[in-house]
Structures are given as structure tokens and as C-alpha cells.
């Protein structure tokens, strides 16, 4: 064998080396708990043979408790580029089998490192985490590379699409780099993210938890909010990944990929034309209406378990990239509350600052009254999505359903929060309140001055339909233009398309600033 030869076989032999981790036996603990290897998710998310791999030579610089005996290389965490159906991406995936995936300061310098590298090149990062933590032996220094990562998420964020999937342990102020990016997906009963263990919890509340309930997936995505998916396991957590991605555009200067459709953009929806109860305090599925308006019914839903009063999700419509909000009548009337206006201002301001176009379905009975809501400062939360759509200068188009009333008529998308063309269909009710509620108020020292209930109840009728005449409709705001038109329900797929075929050039700005306050 020539030195050459010799040279080359030492670095099959010590790549090889590396690949394994922490060596077979904790690569078969990992299995055990019905976890994948890093490398192994690696291999899953990217496409065939496209991964590339950066510092896998890079080792540990601790010398204290014993860490200078062992430097295994890559240091607890794989990193690289690679592409997702042929476009750029950008990764690290922590692995646990090297001192339980810690994080060391040479660990924080290779994840920084493909940050960096992403934002220079304008491609997405994405972060899969399953680690214990800051490395313990390192002291500060690993404290240390927690801010260096967290720092970089926060100048990424806007600049290029940040994804998280959590599949193990992500504890202490680790969790901030998720909640820092875009989208968190968690892996149900293996992964969980909080701030302290139950141990720490027991001891300071006295409460009995287990992780699983502390800061499991389930919990995150329903209860919290932190995570916008939950996945069975660890494949389909990845493939969710992979279909998030297929949405998002490389970077904050370029539009979402646009998809080939067969289905045709003029096809109409007679359907529509008769999903409206005839009474107002029924419900029909906004789901139902989403799929018939997008492009082969396919729609990418995002916190699909969090304040199911109002949908947020990605679809195409003909073959452009969208981002739709529409209020679900079917849960607490698709009213708007704390929890409901946190998710769709989040999910308007990531559309915003990557180009996605906003289409919004609007069927929303107000805010939700009551002491829990006003204590848990609805008023800033609701204004949270007041801001992002005010402020969203992608193109804004808006179909009103049915019920729009009061603030949150406003809030969702209205023209005067600079939406591009709004459009209700005839059954709209864009109106300060509901009519019962408005008969209440102006008339209930007319109805109590009669002692006679039929009589009391005839005079409600009659405000009632008088105003049901008046307000109770689309054609007010039509007539003061605060709608561009009245459609036929079953032409609303076309009649969006061809608005956002038109807002396709929209410029827009906002007056120069440092940066917005809004309200946090
Ligand atoms: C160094 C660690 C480690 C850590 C785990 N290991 N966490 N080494 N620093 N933080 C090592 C273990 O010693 C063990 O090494 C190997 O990883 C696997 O760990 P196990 O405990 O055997 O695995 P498991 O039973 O699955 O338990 C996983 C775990 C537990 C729940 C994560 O290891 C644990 O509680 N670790 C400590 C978590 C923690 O408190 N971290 C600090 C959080 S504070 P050997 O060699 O024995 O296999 C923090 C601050 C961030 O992170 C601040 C940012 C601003």
C-alpha cells in the first residue's frame, strides 16, 4: 500500500469511526427506546445521496471531569446541506449517543456554523434536537453556545424559514431555540420540551407529573401551543417535516414554490351555494369550504390541534402558494379568543415576511367575553392579529361567509387594515353585533315598559327583522365599498384566483422604523 493508499484507507476507516457515534451499544439504546440515530433522521428527511457533511472531525475541548479521555469526533451533533425534492437545505441533528446529545461549545460552533452558512446562502435551516441539555462538564461555555445558537435564530428569523422537530429530550433553556423558530414539530411519547423537569416541579409545587404530561408532545400541541405538530413517530414526524418544507419559499426574497394542478381554476362549486344554515346559530365545517376552494383539495394545516376555532394552514390555489385563515364555526362558533389570535397572528406574520399571499374565510361571532379571557389580556392578544394583518404587506384577499361582527370583523382582514379585495358572499352579516344583541341594547327600556310578555316579544320581532333588514347583511358595507363586491358562493375559488393573479405585482411599504412594537 502506497503512503497515499495508506492515508486514504485511515480516513474511510476514521469517517467510518465517526459515523458510529457513541458506538454501537448506545446506538442500540437509542433504538430501544424507539428512537432513531441522528444520522439515521438525516437520511429519512434529505433526498438519495444528497447529504453533505460538514466538521465531522471536529471534537471537544473539555478537560475537566474525566472529558479529556474521550474525543469522539463530531462532537454529539451531525451537520451539513443536503436537498428536500431537489431545493437547498441546510441541517443539524443532534445525537444523543455522544454524552446524551449535551451541548458543548464546539457543538454550538458547528450548528452556528450552518446557520450561518444558510443565511448567507438563502436556504432553510432545519434543527433536529434530542439532547440533554447544556454539557454539564463544560460549565458556562456551553451556556455560552446556547446564546451564539439563539442569537443566530433570531437574525434568521424572516430572513429564511427555521424548522424544529423535537425526537427526545429538550429541557432547560434549551427549549428557546424551538420556540425561536418558525415551526416546532414534537414526536408523541418520546420527545418532550420544558423549562424543568418534574423532579424540579415536584419539589417547588409539590405537583406529581410525568414528562409526558408536563411537556409532551400531545400537550404541546393542543394545550400550549409550543409545538404546531404532533407525530405518531419519528417517520412521520419526518415526513411531515418534508411536507411543511414542500411550502415554504427558500428565503424572504423569493415566493413559495408553485405546484402543477389539473384542476381547473374556473371550476365552480355548487356545493357552496348551500353550506349556510338557515339558521344563524348553526354550524357548518370551514373545512369543507376550504377544500372546495383550493386546488385538489389539499391543504396543509398548521396547529391543527391548538384553538381549532380558527384553521391556519398552506394550500395552492391555481398552482400559487397561499396562506389561508378562516374561523371554524363548528368549535365555540369559530369565535375569536387568546389562544385563536396568538396561532393565526404568528401564522399571518410568518406569510408576511416570506411572500405568501393571504386568503382569509371569514365567519367569526366576536371576541369571547367573560373574566378569563380579559385576565389572560385578550385585548393584547387580539391585537397581536390586528397588527399582523395591518401591518402584512403580501396580498390580502378576503371572502366574508357569514357573521363579521364588531372588533373582530376588523381584526380579520378587513379593508381597512389594508386588505386588497374583499368579497362576501350574500349571506354575510358585517355588522356591529348580532341582532339579538343589538335589540337588547336599543330596545330593552321599550320592551320592559310593556307587562305583557306577547307584547315584549312582538316588539323584539319587530326591532329584530328591522335590523336584520338594515344591518344583517353584505349590502352596507358593498355600498360604502368596504367590499369590493357580493359573490355567488360557488364562484369563490375563481374569484380569489383571479384577485391574486392580479395582486401577483402588489407593492406595498411600511413607513421606515428601527422595528415594529407590536404588541407582545
Ligand atoms: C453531559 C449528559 C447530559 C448533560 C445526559 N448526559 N445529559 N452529559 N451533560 N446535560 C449523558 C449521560 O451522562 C449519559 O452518559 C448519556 O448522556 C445518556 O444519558 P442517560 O441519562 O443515560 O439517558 P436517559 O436515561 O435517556 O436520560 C436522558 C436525560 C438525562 C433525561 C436527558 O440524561 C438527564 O436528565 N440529563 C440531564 C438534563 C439536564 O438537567 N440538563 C441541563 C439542563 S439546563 P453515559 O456516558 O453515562 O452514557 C440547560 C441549560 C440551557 O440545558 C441554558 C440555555 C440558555
Same mark, same amino acid.
Given at each position: 500500500?502506497?503512503?497515499?493508499?495508506?492515508?486514504?484507507?485511515?480516513?474511510?476507516?476514521?469517517?467510518?469511526?465517526?459515523?458510529?457515534? %457513541?458506538?454501537?451499544?448506545?446506538?442500540?439504546?437509542?433504538?430501544?427506546?424507539?428512537?432513531?440515530?441522528?444520522?439515521?433522521?438525516?437520511?429519512?428527511?434529505?433526498?438519495?445521496?444528497?447529504?453533505?457533511? !460538514?466538521?465531522?472531525?471536529?471534537?471537544?475541548?473539555?478537560? /475537566?471531569?474525566?472529558?479529556?479521555?474521550?474525543?469522539?469526533? %463530531?462532537?454529539?451533533?451531525?451537520?451539513?446541506?443536503?436537498?428536500?425534492?431537489?431545493?437547498?437545505?441546510?441541517?443539524?441533528?443532534?445525537?444523543?449517543?455522544?454524552?446524551?446529545?449535551?451541548? +458543548?461549545?464546539?457543538?454550538?460552533?458547528?450548528?452556528?456554523?450552518?446557520?450561518?452558512?444558510?443565511?448567507?446562502?438563502?436556504?432553510?435551516?432545519?434543527?433536529?434536537?434530542?439532547?440533554?441539555?447544556?454539557?454539564?462538564?463544560?460549565?458556562?461555555?456551553?451556556?455560552?453556545?446556547?446564546?451564539?445558537?439563539?442569537?443566530?435564530?433570531?437574525?434568521?428569523?424572516?430572513?429564511?424559514?427555521?424548522?424544529?422537530?423535537?425526537?427526545?429530550?429538550?429541557?432547560? *433553556?434549551?427549549?428557546?431555540?424551538?420556540?425561536?423558530?418558525? !415551526?416546532?414539530?414534537?414526536?408523541?411519547?418520546?420527545?418532550?420540551?420544558?423549562?424543568?423537569?418534574?423532579?424540579?416541579?415536584?419539589?417547588?409545587? *409539590?405537583?406529581?407529573?410525568?414528562?409526558?404530561?408536563?411537556?409532551?408532545?400531545?400537550?404541546?400541541?393542543?394545550?400550549?401551543?409550543?409545538?404546531?405538530?404532533?407525530?405518531?413517530?419519528?417517520?412521520? *414526524?419526518?415526513?411531515?417535516?418534508?411536507?411543511?418544507?414542500?411550502?415554504?419559499?427558500?428565503?424572504?426574497?423569493?415566493?413559495?414554490?408553485?405546484?402543477?394542478?389539473?384542476?381547473?381554476? +374556473?371550476?365552480?362549486?355548487?356545493?357552496? /351555494?348551500?353550506?349556510?344554515?338557515?339558521?344563524?346559530?348553526? +354550524?357548518?365545517?370551514?373545512?369543507?369550504?376550504?377544500?372546495?376552494?383550493?386546488?385538489?383539495?389539499?391543504? !396543509?394545516?398548521?396547529?391543527?390541534?391548538? =384553538?381549532?376555532?380558527?384553521?391556519?394552514?398552506?394550500?395552492?390555489? *391555481?398552482?400559487?402558494?397561499?396562506?389561508?385563515?378562516?374561523?371554524?364555526?363548528?368549535?365555540?362558533?369559530?369565535?375569536?379568543?387568546?389562544?385563536?389570535?396568538?396561532?393565526?397572528?404568528?401564522?399571518?406574520?410568518?406569510?408576511?415576511?416570506? /411572500?405568501?399571499?393571504?386568503?382569509?374565510?371569514?365567519?367569526?361571532?366576536? !371576541?369571547?367575553?367573560?373574566?378569563?379571557?380579559?385576565?389572560?389580556?385578550?385585548?393584547?392578544?387580539?391585537?397581536?392579529?390586528?397588527?399582523?394583518?395591518?401591518?402584512?404587506?403580501?396580498?390580502?384577499?378576503?371572502?366574508?361567509?357569514?357573521?363579521?361582527?364588531?372588533?373582530?370583523?376588523?381584526?380579520? +382582514?378587513?379593508?381597512?387594515?389594508?386588505?386588497?379585495?374583499?368579497?362576501?358572499?350574500?349571506?354575510?352579516?358585517? =355588522?356591529?353585533?348580532?341582532?339579538?344583541?343589538?335589540?337588547?341594547?336599543?330596545?330593552?327600556?321599550?320592551?320592559?315598559?310593556?307587562?305583557?310578555?306577547?307584547?315584549? &316579544?312582538?316588539?323584539?320581532?319587530?326591532?329584530?327583522?328591522?335590523?336584520?333588514?338594515?344591518?344583517?347583511?353584505?349590502?352596507?358595507?358593498?355600498?360604502?365599498?368596504?367590499?369590493?363586491?357580493?359573490? &355567488?358562493?360557488?364562484?369563490?375559488?375563481?374569484?380569489?384566483?383571479? =384577485?391574486?393573479?392580479?395582486?401577483?405585482?402588489?407593492?406595498?411599504?411600511?413607513?421606515?422604523?428601527?422595528?415594529?412594537?407590536?404588541?407582545?
Amino acid at each position: 500500500m502506497s503512503i497515499q493508499e495508506d492515508k486514504i484507507a485511515k480516513l474511510v476507516d476514521r469517517r467510518a469511526a465517526a459515523r458510529l457515534g %457513541g458506538g454501537p451499544k448506545r446506538i442500540e439504546a437509542q433504538h430501544a427506546k424507539n428512537k432513531l440515530t441522528a444520522r439515521e433522521r438525516l437520511e429519512l428527511l434529505l433526498d438519495k445521496d444528497s447529504f453533505e457533511e !460538514f466538521d465531522m472531525f471536529v471534537q471537544h475541548r473539555c478537560t /475537566n471531569f474525566g472529558m479529556e479521555a474521550t474525543h469522539p469526533d %463530531g462532537d454529539g451533533v451531525v451537520t451539513g446541506h443536503g436537498t428536500i425534492g431537489g431545493r437547498p437545505v441546510f441541517v443539524y441533528a443532534q445525537d444523543f449517543t455522544v454524552s446524551g446529545g449535551s451541548l +458543548s461549545k464546539t457543538m454550538s460552533e458547528k450548528i452556528c456554523k450552518v446557520m450561518d452558512m444558510a443565511v448567507r446562502a438563502g436556504a432553510p435551516v432545519i434543527g433536529l434536537n434530542d439532547s440533554g441539555g447544556a454539557r454539564i462538564q463544560e460549565g458556562i461555555d456551553a451556556l455560552a453556545g446556547y446564546g451564539e445558537i439563539f442569537e443566530r435564530n433570531i437574525l434568521a428569523s424572516g430572513v429564511v424559514p427555521q424548522i424544529s422537530g423535537i425526537f427526545g429530550p429538550c429541557a432547560g *433553556g434549551a427549549v428557546y431555540s424551538p420556540a425561536l423558530t418558525d !415551526f416546532t414539530l414534537m414526536v408523541k411519547n418520546t420527545s418532550y420540551m420544558f423549562l424543568t423537569g418534574p423532579a424540579v416541579v415536584k419539589s417547588v409545587t *409539590g405537583e406529581d407529573v410525568t414528562s409526558e404530561e408536563l411537556g409532551g408532545a400531545a400537550v404541546h400541541a393542543t394545550k400550549s401551543g409550543v409545538a404546531d405538530f404532533a407525530a405518531e413517530n419519528e417517520q412521520e *414526524g419526518i415526513e411531515t417535516i418534508k411536507k411543511l418544507f414542500s411550502y415554504l419559499p427558500q428565503n424572504n426574497m423569493e415566493t413559495a414554490p408553485e405546484r402543477e394542478t389539473s384542476d381547473p381554476v +374556473s371550476r365552480v362549486s355548487d356545493v357552496l /351555494n348551500s353550506i349556510i344554515p338557515d339558521n344563524p346559530n348553526k +354550524s357548518y365545517d370551514m373545512y369543507d369550504v376550504i377544500a372546495e376552494i383550493v386546488d385538489d383539495r389539499d391543504f !396543509f394545516e398548521i396547529h391543527r390541534d391548538f =384553538a381549532r376555532n380558527i384553521i391556519v394552514g398552506f394550500a395552492h390555489m *391555481g398552482g400559487r402558494g397561499v396562506g389561508i385563515v378562516a374561523n371554524q364555526p363548528k368549535m365555540l362558533a369559530g369565535v375569536l379568543d387568546i389562544n385563536a389570535s396568538r396561532k393565526a397572528a404568528r401564522f399571518v406574520r410568518f406569510c408576511d415576511a416570506f /411572500n405568501i399571499p393571504l386568503v382569509t374565510l371569514v365567519d367569526v361571532p366576536g !371576541f369571547l367575553p367573560g373574566t378569563q379571557q380579559e385576565y389572560g389580556a385578550v385585548i393584547q392578544n387580539g391585537a397581536k392579529l390586528l397588527y399582523a394583518y395591518g401591518e402584512a404587506t403580501v396580498p390580502k384577499v378576503t371572502v366574508t361567509l357569514r357573521k363579521a361582527y364588531g372588533g373582530a370583523h376588523i381584526v380579520m +382582514s378587513c379593508k381597512q387594515l389594508r386588505g386588497d379585495v374583499n368579497y362576501a358572499w350574500p349571506t354575510a352579516q358585517i =355588522a356591529v353585533m348580532g341582532a339579538d344583541g343589538a335589540v337588547n341594547v336599543l330596545y330593552s327600556k321599550a320592551v320592559n315598559a310593556e307587562t305583557d310578555p306577547a307584547k315584549q &316579544e312582538q316588539i323584539r320581532a319587530e326591532k329584530k327583522a328591522e335590523y336584520e333588514e338594515l344591518f344583517n347583511n353584505p349590502y352596507q358595507a358593498a355600498q360604502k365599498g368596504y367590499i369590493e363586491d357580493v359573490i &355567488e358562493p360557488r364562484n369563490t375559488r375563481f374569484r380569489v384566483i383571479r =384577485a391574486l393573479c392580479t395582486l401577483e405585482g402588489k407593492r406595498q411599504d411600511v413607513p421606515a422604523k428601527k422595528h415594529d412594537n407590536l404588541p407582545l
